[in-house]
């Protein structure tokens, strides 16, 4: 619209120098406009002129005119009169052509002719003030907006071809006297014509009133339109319609909107939107006296087939849960994803705190089915927790944290279930926030130390190595690795911490190897979370040189749920690992799931029973059986079994007699400082 007003003003100011007068006339003859010739040739203002019907000026010369409009009318080409009048400088002749022009209405050109050759330009055919107005037509039709041109009564003037493309109106129905029908029709393409309607008789009745409006269509097409009046001077003679097509643009504002506040991958409402939406219920909640909850949903090792699969058969996978629970959605209610695999599920206006419960368990049950990804049929589960409004939490904060305290003790449970918040469980995350706090501050403050605990020979007696093992000294007190290791690995300062136990127990072995007759290795345990790293293993090789340690000395033990957290990352740091020559244990053993699997295919060198199978082994024939069965495969496949948690003489007779390697426990030593360790091995420690 700005363009061709723009060009519409250079070409009038163009239109302003030529010598002969321009008067721009509707089809009833009224002037619209009036350019070019001197002001002395007027008998009036151009001002003055502007909206008089030309047929009726004065001075004579109307009915002149009014047959030259009829004869152009008729179509018999330009009409030329010439009349004289008495002007400013005295009596003057002129000569006017007058002809038809489309959309318009007529053209007059009007020549002086009392004066000489040299006080003009070229005729005006010269000139080709039919060329400029074609111009200014094409400047009209060209634009990229759609104008509709209507005088005071509403009654059609022009438009351009954009205006009959863009409201798909043919061509035969404009014309003067087809208002109602062109009406009736545009009526029927809006969304919403009653407003339409009501907005033109709005900007009809304010003559001078502009406006902008989006216009709706049924086809979700969507119109910028301005309306203004159309003036000549200081008066408005009609009103100018413009019509933009911003469908595309409205289209990709949705699209910003939507993606601002919704998963880009499920396509369900993130948390932001998620946040917004919570709000609004508790809001409504506290109004109306009714219960509200939050259900916070994990799926239990997505992380296991993430990595495994890979990401895009993890997406499926999310896009299909995200599926499933949106089929278990009430109306009202709202099911977002929160990142990752976390979702949440936000329940509305519910009379009976128990029903939170039932829609949990509906949860856990749709996620039973196997989900097909690929060539896969996948088992998935969920852990959830639930708060409820106002019990669990007056304001949507409040509400949040309660479900994810609830969540985590559904995962401390062993997943697949659900719990409610309960107070108790704000205390023990208090208790597991402080003592995350001052885990961080004693990694940073070096406040722990590591002790070693003797492994034994079961024939010979010698000592073979020792197990690292690491423990928190906090002032007086020493807290227990059972209480601090789990919280590291949740919040990742197990990677820190567990560098700095490999480092300090391989300098420990090489001092004592290098001050000693004995030849002893160390055995290290490592979390999933650092096997996990791509590049541990050139990280055990640096501590080792740095240590002077050889790497046949280490042994890094793993138990089986840290090896299938990512098997095949897993599978690729031991292998490299057992290249550089370092020894690989598999603890635990006989508490997984599928040990027997694993044992055969990973490359371990050693099986450490645990203490649960050795516990009871003199009392009950069924436990001391399955001693056999561990260590008569263990041999089977080249390895090394080591019995731990050793107590009594009963114990170690049985495990000697079942033909156990080595055994470490209370029985032999207890876990000990490295002083008392140097000490027990008649290691002076002062010597070089």
Same mark, same amino acid.
């Given at each position: ?200 008789? &709005? ?60 998963? @880009? ?65 009430? &109306? ?175 300098? @420990? ?81 006989? @508490? ?57 003489? &009963? ?38």
């Amino acid at each position: 619209m700005a363009t061709a007003t723009k060009v519409q003003f250079d070409l009038q100011q163009q239109l302003q120098t030529l010598p002969d007068i321009l008067f721009v006339l509707d089809p009833q003859g009224t002037i619209l406009e009036c350019v070019g010739g001197k002001a002395s040739d007027l008998t009036l203002s151009r001002e003055g002129l502007i909206g008089k019907d030309i047929a009726r000026c004065p001075f004579g010369i109307g009915p002149l005119f009014e047959a030259a409009l009829r004869a152009a009318e008729k179509g018999r080409g330009p009409v030329s009169i010439e009349y004289t009048l008495f002007c400013e400088t005295g009596p003057a002749a002129f000569e006017a052509r007058i002809s038809r022009a489309p959309q318009v209405g007529f053209l007059a050109v009007v020549r002086n002719t009392t004066r000489g050759p040299q006080d003009f330009a070229p005729r005006v055919e010269e000139l080709d003030v039919g060329n400029a107005v074609s111009m200014w037509k094409a400047a009209f039709d060209a634009t990229a907006e759609g104008i509709l041109i209507v005088d005071l009564d509403g009654n059609y003037v022009a438009s351009n071809h954009v205006f009959h493309e863009l409201w798909r109106i043919p061509r035969y129905m404009l014309y003067r006297g087809q208002e109602r029908v062109v009406a009736k029709f545009a009526l029927s393409l809006v969304h919403d014509p009653k407003a339409l309607l009501e907005k033109v008789k &709005e900007i009809q009745t304010t003559r001078r009133g502009r406006s902008v409006d989006i216009m709706r269509f049924k086809d979700d097409r969507h119109f910028e339109c301005i309306s203004m009046p159309q003036m000549i001077g200081e008066r408005v003679v009609g009103r100018v319609w413009s019509f933009r097509d911003i469908t595309d643009r409205v289209r990709a504002e949705a699209q910003t909107r939507h993606d601002a506040y919704h998963d @880009t991958l499920t396509g369900l409402p993130n948390r932001a939107l998620f946040r917004d939406r919570l709000d609004q219920v508790v809001g409504r909640a506290r109004r109306s006296g009714l219960n509200a909850a939050v259900l916070l949903l994990d799926l239990d090792r997505f992380k296991t087939i993430n990595d495994t699969l890979g990401h895009a058969a993890g997406d499926d996978l999310l896009i299909e849960v995200g599926k499933r629970l949106l089929s278990r959605k009430r &109306e009202g209610d709202t099911i977002a994803r929160l990142g990752g695999d976390e979702f949440v599920l936000i329940l509305s206006e519910l009379r009976h705190k128990e029903d939170a419960v039932i829609v949990a368990e509906q949860l856990i049950e749709v996620l039973k089915p196997p989900i097909q990804i690929e060539t896969h049929d996948l088992r998935v589960s969920a852990s959830i927790g639930v708060a409820i409004f106002p019990d669990d939490g007056e304001e949507s904060a409040g509400l949040l944290k309660s479900a994810d305290m609830a969540l985590y003790r559904a995962k401390e449970l062993g997943r697949d279930n659900y719990q409610v918040f309960e107070k108790k469980l704000n205390e023990r995350a208090m208790e597991r926030l402080v003592l995350e706090n001052d885990l961080k501050r004693a990694i940073h403050d070096e406040e722990f130390i590591v002790h070693y605990q003797p492994q034994y020979d079961l024939k010979s007696g010698e000592m073979r190595g020792v197990e690292a093992l690491v423990r928190w000294k906090q002032g007086k007190e020493v807290v227990p690795p059972a209480k601090f290791i789990g919280i590291a690995e949740e919040c990742g300062l197990i990677v820190p911490l567990g560098r700095w136990v490999l480092e300090q127990a391989a300098r @420990t072995c090489a001092e004592i190897n290098a001050k000693s007759v004995l030849s002893l290795r160390v055995c290290v345990n490592v979390s999933a979370l650092q096997i996990q790293r791509p590049n541990f293993a050139n990280e055990v090789s640096e501590i080792l040189q740095s240590a002077d340690l050889p790497p046949k000395k280490l042994v890094v033990e793993l138990t089986e749920s840290a090896l299938m957290a990512n098997p095949e990352q897993g599978s690729y740091a031991m292998e490299q690992l057992k290249q550089m020559g370092v020894g690989i244990a598999m603890d635990d053993f006989g @508490t997984g799931h599928s040990s027997l699997n694993h044992v055969s295919v990973l490359p371990i060198s050693f099986l450490k029973i645990d203490r649960s199978f050795v516990e009871n082994c003199a009392k009950r024939k069924a436990d001391a059986s399955i001693l056999t069965a561990i260590v008569t495969m263990g041999h089977a496949l080249g390895l090394k079994v080591l019995a731990e948690g050793v107590e009594t003489e &009963e114990q170690a007779r049985v495990l000697r007699e079942q033909g156990c390697d080595e055994v470490q426990g209370y029985l032999y030593s207890r876990p000990i400082q490295k002083s008392k360790l140097m000490k027990l091995l008649g290691i002076d420690e002062k010597t070089p």
